[in-house]
Nanobody, 126 residues
């Protein structure tokens, strides 16, 4: 059974950093493309970053470029999202998602993924 569990969320001041983890069970993560998404209250779920399975290509939403970094640790079957220089507008529930075949041009689209975690809350506030 494919299962994804996010962790690492919390309350942080503006300008601070957090590292989110997406741990997989029931499947080998490096065979899957992984996307990070977020959903703020009253807003649509949006793609933040993604990494493809074969080439390990990465993509970022314009709003997080230069601040967020996605990475994969195949030995731990985990994908990370390092978030630096956090802003109040980054406040949201963050989700990771997995799918076997996702091309880089569409990997920020939520419709590309079938498997989702339960999410972790990130709050950026002073």
């Amino acid at each position: 059974q494919v299962q994804l569990v996010e962790s690492g969320g919390g309350l942080v001041q503006p300008g601070g950093s957090l590292r989110l983890s997406c741990a997989a069970s029931g499947f080998t993560l490096d065979y899957y493309a992984i996307g990070w998404f977020r959903q703020a209250p009253g807003k649509e779920r949006e793609g933040v970053s993604c990494i493809t399975n074969r080439e390990g290509s990465t993509e970022y939403a314009d709003s997080v470029k230069g601040r967020f970094t996605i990475s994969r640790d195949n030995a731990k079957n985990t994908v990370y999202l390092q978030m630096n220089s956090l802003k109040p507008e980054d406040t949201a529930v963050y989700y990771c998602a997995a799918e076997t075949i996702v091309v880089i041009t569409t990997c920020l689209g939520r419709e590309a993924y079938d498997y989702w975690g339960q999410g972790t809350q990130v709050t950026v506030s002073s």
